[in-house]
C-alpha cells in the first residue's frame, strides 16, 4: 500500500489503531512535545499523536510521533504492524534493488490551494509554531523535506537533493538551517557560494511517510530520493513542480515553503535538543529568505520530539540508515551479511561478516568509515561473525566478551571527521574512531583458542519445535 499523502496514512493509522486523538485541550508548550517524548516513553507499540485542540490556536491540526513505533514503521513501509524489526530491515534491502524507479509526474497538487507571496508570507499565521525541548533557542521544523539542486548541474535529476534538515523559524519570512557539511546541501550551498550565489529551495513539510524515510536517508550523491521513494513504496513517487522555484517537490504535501539560502550569510540558530540525548549549542548557521508558501486548506503540522534516545527520530532512521551501509559495503565486500546502524544514525554500528582472510574485519571496519555516511558518523564499529544476529545485543555481547582481545582486536585511528553534533567529539567535528574486531581470527591470524566451539545439539532444533507444540497445548 503505498500512501500519496499524510492524511491518507493518518487515516490507515487509525483504522490500525494507531493513531490517539487527543480531544482534551492542552496546552501548546509543554504539553504537545511532552506527550510526543511520552509516546516513545509507554513501551513498543506506541501510535501516532493527534491534536486538535491547542489553546490559542483557532485552527491547529499537528500529527506527532508518526513514525514513532515499529508497528507504525511498519506501516509507513505497507508491512503488517507486527513486522519484526529484523524482517522491516530485510524487506527495506529487498526493495532497494528496485531502484531506481522514475516518479510520475501530477498536476493539481493540493497544495495550490492557497498560496501567499512577498510581504504576505507570514509562517505564524499558516503553522502552529510550539517549541520541543524546554532549552531550545526557537520553533522549529524539524521533519520538513528541503530540496534543492546542484548549481554546477541544475538539471542532472540524481543530484537534486531531498533531504531533512532542522529549520528554526526566526522571523515571518526567515528561517536558519543546519547543514552538516558531510550531507548533500551543503555540497550545494558550498558550490553556490563560490559563484556568489544564492541556493534556491523548497522545503516541504507534512509529506507521505515514505517520503520523509528517503530525506532522513544516507544514500549516493548522485542518486535520487525521489527514484528511492518509488522503489521503497512500490510505486512511482507523485511529483509536482514548485511553482515560484521549479523544484521538484512532492505532490502531496501540506505545505510548500519556497525561498533561497543566502549565500555567504550566517546568524546564530539554536540550540536545540539533537537526536544524540544532548543540545547542540546557539551556532552560526545559514539563512533562508522565505519568498512564497503554498498550503493546502486547514494544513496538518507533522512535527517530531527527539531528545534522549529513543525517540520518534530512532525508529525513522533506523532501518534507513542500515540498508544504505549494507548496500554500500556489500558492493565490494559481499561477504557481509547485515548491518545494525540503528545508535544514534549510525555513530555506533554492528557488522556481521564472513572473513576472507585474517585481518579481514579490520579492512571492513575502516571501509564503513568511509562510506558517504561514514564521513559524519560510524565512529564505533562492533564486526562480529557470520553467525552472530547482529541486532540481537546478548549475542553481540558475547562476541565481545569471548572473541576480543583488546590489545590486538581495539583499533584506533585519530583525528577523524564526525558530525559536530557529536558530543564526544574534541574540537566539534574531530573525533577517532574505534574499530572492535569481535570475529574468530582466521588464518593467517592464528591468535587465540577458537578450535573447539560449543555448538547447539543437533536435535535443539527439533525440541524448540516439541516445547512449543507442548507449551502451545497448555
Ligand atoms: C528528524 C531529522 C532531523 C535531522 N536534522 C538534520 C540537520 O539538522 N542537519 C543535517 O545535516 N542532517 C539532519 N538530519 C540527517 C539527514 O537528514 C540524514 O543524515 C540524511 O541522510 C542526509 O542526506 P543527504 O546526504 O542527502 O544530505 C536529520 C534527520 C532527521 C530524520
Ligand atoms: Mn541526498
Redo the contacts with the bound molecule.
Keep these: 500500500m503505498a500512501y500519496d499523502d499524510l492524511r491518507g496514512f493518518l487515516s490507515a493509522l487509525d483504522d490500525e489503531g494507531q493513531l490517539l486523538r487527543i480531544t482534551d485541550e492542552v496546552r501548546p508548550e509543554p504539553d504537545l512535545a511532552a506527550a510526543a517524548n511520552a509516546a516513545c516513553r509507554i513501551g513498543d507499540g506506541a501510535p501516532a499523536l493527534w491534536f486538535d485542540n491547542v489553546t490559542g490556536f483557532t485552527d491547529a491540526r499537528i500529527a506527532m510521533n508518526v513514525h514513532g513505533s515499529w508497528p507504525n514503521h511498519a506501516l509507513a513501509l505497507g508491512l503488517p504492524a507486527g513486522t519484526s524489526v529484523k524482517d522491516q530491515v530485510e524487506e527495506f534491502a529487498r526493495r532497494w534493488d528496485m531502484f531506481p524507479v522514475p516518479p510520475e509526474r501530477r498536476e493539481d497538487a493540493p497544495w495550490r490551494e492557497n498560496t501567499v507571496e512577498g510581504a504576505d508570507v507570514d509562517l505564524f499565521r499558516i503553522l502552529p509554531l510550539f517549541r520541543l525541548n524546554d532549552g531550545d533557542g526557537g520553533f522549529y521544523l524539524?521533519?520538513a523535506a528541503v530540496v534543492s539542486r546542484d548549481p554546477r548541474d541544475p538539471r542532472h535529476f540524481g543530484k537534486q537533493?531531498v533531504?531533512?534538515?532542522?529549520l528554526q523559524v526566526t522571523g515571518r519570512d526567515r528561517l536558519a538551517i543546519?547543514?552538516?557539511p558531510m550531507?548533500?546541501?551543503a555540497l550545494h550551498l558550498r558550490a553556490a557560494e563560490e559563484h556568489g550565489e544564492d541556493l534556491p529551495v523548497a522545503i516541504t513539510l507534512g509529506n507521505d511517510p515514505v517520503m520523509t524515510i528517503v530525506?532522513?536517508?544516507?544514500?549516493g550523491y548522485d542518486q535520487s530520493?525521489y527514484e528511492m521513494a518509488g522503489a521503497l513504496r512500490g510505486a512511482p513517487a507523485p511529483l509536482a513542480t514548485a511553482p515560484l522555484t521549479g523544484l521538484d517537490v512532492p505532490w502531496g504535501s501540506e505545505v510548500v515553503i519556497e525561498g533561497v539560502i543566502e549565500g555567504r550569510r550566517r546568524e546564530i540558530e539554536g540550540p536545540f535538543g539533537e537526536?544524540t540525548g544532548h543540545y547542540s549549542g546557539g551556532r552560526r548557521m545559514p539563512v533562508i529568505r522565505v519568498d512564497r508558501v503554498s498550503y493546502r486548506t486547514d494544513p496538518v503540522f507533522e512535527s517530531?520530539y527527539?531528545g534522549m534516545p529513543w525517540t520518534e527520530?530512532d525508529y525513522?532512521?533506523g532501518p534507513n540508515t542500515c540498508v544504505p551501509l549494507l548496500k554500500q559495503l556489500r558492493a565490494e565486500f559481499p561477504e557481509v551479511q547485515a548491518v545494525n546502524a540503528m545508535y544514534t544514525?549510525g555513530l555506533a554500528v554492528i557488522i556481521s561478516t564472513k572473513k576472507r582472510y585474517g585481518g579481514f574485519a579490520k579492512a571492513l571496519g575502516m571501509r564503513a568509515m568511509t562510506t558517504?555516511?561514514g564521513l559524519g558518523y560510524v565512529a564505533q564499529v562492533i564486526v562480529v561473525d557470520e553467525d552472530i544476529d547482529p541486532f540481537d545485543l546478548p549475542q553481540v555481547m558475547w562476541a565481545m566478551s569471548a572473541k576480543v582481545n583488546p590489545q590486538e582486536d581495539v583499533v584506533i585511528i585519530p583525528n577523524l571527521s564526525v558530525v559536530e553534533l557529536a558530543p564526544a567529539a574534541s574540537p566539534a567535528g574531530i573525533t577517532s574512531k574505534m574499530i572492535i574486531d569481535a570475529t574468530t581470527p582466521v588464518p593467517p591470524d592464528v591468535r587465540g583458542n577458537f578450535s573447539t566451539p560449543a555448538r547447539d545439539l543437533p536435535e535443539t532444533k527439533e525440541w524448540i519445535g516439541r516445547l512449543q507444540s507442548l507449551l502451545g497445548a497448555r
Design positions: 524539524d521533519k537533493n533531504g531533512t534538515y532542522r543546519q547543514p552538516v550531507h548533500d546541501i530525506a532522513g536517508m544516507p544514500m530520493e537526536f517530531l527527539l527520530v525513522l532512521v544514525h558517504p555516511h
